[in-house]
């Protein structure tokens, strides 16, 4: 199964390279990343996807809490709540004269934008959850798909609340971190 | 306020830290921090002869004594040299601080003279590492690091150190109040996993403690006996758990595992609960896992929550510092009385059996020395008091099974990395530490001469470490595994070209001794114990010696090879158990 992980860490150098060695170490895969600052200056948010069994992904959890550099991770997947994911990508698509209206109107039904055009291709912007983009990139490959570039899933929780709360200090509180809690395997 | 430069912050870092001795060994990048050294005489420098014995020595100091050890290096090369020991270190939880030389700050990433990546490097094999760019950042990270390397699930630390952060100046702060807003370990046990573990211990018939390394980083050697004996749970432990239950208690059954005793193996397969304390299921442990303790319930205590099913699914997950829950365990088991007495008999009666019918037994000779009847001789002369390091092989395993420990911190041994040539450096800094206590290596002559430099170090600090080689000419451990799952074909495990290590310690200023005979090992022994400084002594023992019992890899360890199986029949029997 596809899991969502957001992963609050400490906005300083060599990070990311933590997370990533970790993943690699323990033979984990990311299928997508996305790093960047938030609106607190010294925290980053890097919001990654990854497959694996139940007991993988509980793994890969504990090990990314174990690092001193991360301050908070919460699976979107397995957690309680729904959850918002998106997605940035782009599209350059082959269009000859005879294909360039269809390419068009496929945009429009996806409400993608056209952000660069030239006498060969069409370069859309498309923003959506992975179905929504999978779907335009399949409308789209009859067509020829010439390159793409993905900005990897970003994801935030529904409602008003939030991965780490000013007053709350760590965010690392025992029974969140997992394994005492008898729900939580 | 006043400033001063990085190498001093450092140092009043170190004092604050009560650091009383650094294991190093200098070049160009750390200079000044040697510089420095000179203005602390309080602080002690052992400088070893090789890098990688200078993490080794800091490890054996950290297992000897409790207290983070402190490992001093310089860039490039000399911090590539210690990462053998960082990994031995981080396999088996010790708290370590290594400080390396790095190149200047704009210089890193020039392929500068003697430049390396070491945090790069280090990434995943240190519980956290540091690059500091700024002196003024040096006070709080040095007390970070110390923090950080010996809370919670202790481990290595390295801090990375750029020449011109050396240099540099800074105003010092007392960075009595530090906040690490991602590192928070959980050191108390939540009380509903606690009582949920406490109602197992009453409903169980079968259960067996089976205790790690936790024990003695926690140091809960106590609670865990109390608990033994209150609620008379019979208890093994695994190689790093040594010394932390007696060795001659009633309960104990002996280590577990791959060259565990039957009694504890076939203790583990037939329990109904197994209580895991400080210990991670390690494969040497488990065997295939699938038949490991298949019929039982299992409480799983850990400081470190990634431990806790990571190789093994648990029943009961308790996330904590063992000396804490193990107090809290017995608290609430003692107000149900003393309802085991009777209800464990029949238990009891069935794990004792299984010792009586197969205990640990090697056969002895007249005429060529048994590896083992060496360290029992060591026991016996010691009492028992002795602080043991160990190489990796079969002496090792000899010693985890014929030393008897009885005492925690008394065993150095690399358990998770098996790196050999940890011995001796590791004895150097247990001997630095207890400078009064009698310090063995007891090593195989591979393992030996993979540092065997540092008998320069014991010589030039007069430390009276005893090494006891056991000498079988071969690289036995892999040698075995040749003999039993190859098909005797020898692959490179002869050692029969070899210095004469007698020569060789009086080359290096040390005594060396020599013994053939089973008749001249107590006399050698004795007398290597009433010389004052570093003796070698050469044991040249049985080479056809094997470690057993033996759970052949792959299998579980319900399968075992009890003794040197019978040359025609060379498959393993699997053992039938009473039901």
């Not at chain 2, 190149?103 to 392929?111: E, P, S």
């Not at chain 2, 003279?113 to 995943?124: H, K, P, S």
């Not at chain 2, 240099?167 to 996993?193: C, D, K, M, W």
Request: hydrophobic share 40%; net charge neutral; proline share 5%.
């Amino acid at each position: 199964m596809k899991n969502t992980i957001s992963i609050l860490v400490e906005n300083r150098p060599g990070v990311l390279a933590r997370i990533a060695a970790m993943f690699s170490a323990r033979n984990y895969n990311i299928d997508s990343l996305s790093v960047a600052e938030t609106i607190d200056p010294t925290i980053s948010r890097i919001t990654c996807t990854a497959v694996g069994n139940d007991l993988e992904i509980e793994q890969v959890m504990k090990q990314l809490r174990k690092l001193i550099d991360v301050i908070r991770v919460v699976n979107f997947t397995t957690a309680n709540g729904d959850f918002i994911t998106r997605e940035m990508v782009l599209i350059k698509v082959s269009a000859k004269e005879r294909n360039r209206a269809e390419i068009m109107r496929t945009s429009d039904i996806f409400r993608a934008k056209i952000v660069d055009a030239s006498r060969e291709s069409l370069t859309l912007e498309v923003t959506g959850d992975e179905k929504k983009v999978n779907a335009i990139l399949e409308l789209l490959q009859p067509f020829g798909i010439l390159e793409i570039a993905r900005t990897g899933q970003v994801a935030l929780s529904r409602g008003g609340r939030r991965l780490i709360d000013k007053h709350s200090g760590s965010g690392k509180s025992p029974v969140l971190r997992g394994s005492n809690h008898p729900g939580v395997r | 306020m006043k400033r001063r430069t990085g190498a001093k912050i450092i140092f009043e870092g170190f004092l604050r830290e009560g650091v009383e001795v650094i294991f190093g060994y200098p070049g160009g990048a750390v200079i000044h921090l040697y510089d420095e050294l000179i203005n602390h005489p309080q602080i002690k420098h052992v400088l070893v002869r090789h890098e990688q014995a200078a993490i080794h020595a800091a490890d054996g100091y950290a297992r000897a004594t409790g207290k983070p050890g402190v490992c001093l290096v310089t860039s490039g090369p000399g911090a590539t040299n210690v990462v053998t020991g960082v990994v031995t270190a981080f396999m088996d939880s010790i708290p370590i601080v290594v400080l390396t030389g790095q190149v200047a700050t704009h210089q890193i990433g020039n392929d500068a003279f003697q430049e390396a990546d070491i945090l790069g490097i280090t990434r995943t094999c240190t519980k956290h590492n540091y690059l500091v760019k700024n002196t003024g950042d040096l006070a709080r990270v040095i007390r970070e690091a110390f923090h950080i390397a010996s809370t919670g699930r202790p481990g290595p630390v390295v801090v990375d150190l750029p020449k011109d952060v050396i240099t540099g100046e800074a105003s010092l702060e007392n960075p009595e109040r530090f906040e690490i807003r991602g590192y928070a370990p959980v050191t108390s046990g939540h009380p509903g996993q606690i009582k949920l573990a406490v109602r197992e211990i009453l409903k169980a018939k079968k259960p067996v403690i089976y205790a790690g390394g936790g024990i003695i980083h926690s140091g809960s050697q106590e609670e865990l006996l109390a608990l033994a004996e209150l609620a008379r749970i019979p208890v093994t432990v695994t190689l790093l758990g040594l010394g932390g239950f007696p060795g001659d208690h009633p309960l104990f059954l002996g280590m577990l595992g791959m060259h565990g005793t039957y009694a504890a193996n076939a203790a583990i397969t037939q329990c109904d609960l197994l209580i895991a304390i400080g210990s991670r299921f390690d494969d040497r442990v488990t065997g295939k896992v699938e038949s490991f303790a298949p019929s039982a319930r299992i409480i799983h205590v850990d400081i470190d929550p990634s431990s806790i099913s990571k190789n093994v699914t648990v029943n009961v997950p308790i996330v904590g510092d063992a000396k804490n829950i193990l107090t809290r365990m017995v608290k609430l088991l003692k107000e149900h009385g003393d309802v085991w007495q009777a209800a464990r008999k029949p238990w009891l009666k069935e794990v004792r059996q299984y010792a009586a019918e197969h205990p640990l037994c090697y056969e002895p000779s007249k005429d060529v020395i048994k590896p083992q009847y060496v360290i029992e001789q060591i026991r016996r002369l010691t009492g028992g008091q002795a602080i043991i390091a160990t190489e990796v092989g079969q002496h090792q395993m000899w010693t985890a099974q014929f030393y008897q420990f009885t005492q925690p911190r008394t065993i150095l041994s690399s358990g998770g990395l098996g790196t050999m040539g940890y011995g001796l450096p590791a004895a150097i800094g247990a001997q630095v530490a207890f400078p009064g206590r009698i310090v063995f290596d007891i090593a195989g002559e591979g393992g030996f001469q993979m540092n065997v430099q540092e008998l320069a170090t014991a010589v030039q600090y007069r430390l009276p470490i005893k090494v006891a080689i056991l000498n079988n000419h071969s690289l036995g451990m892999v040698r075995q595994w040749q003999e039993l799952f190859f098909d005797k074909r020898y692959s490179e495990t002869s050692l029969d070209v070899q210095p004469d290590f007698v020569r060789l310690a009086e080359a290096y200023g040390a005594v060396g001794l020599r013994a053939d005979h089973p008749r001249d090992v107590v006399p050698c022994l004795e007398k290597a114990l009433s010389i004052q400084g570093p003796v070698v002594m050469d044991f040249i023992v049985d080479p056809e010696e094997n470690v057993f019992p033996m759970v052949p890899p792959g299998h579980g360890i319900d399968q075992m090879i009890l003794a040197k199986p019978d040359k025609k029949a060379k498959k393993v029997v699997p053992l039938t158990f009473p039901s």
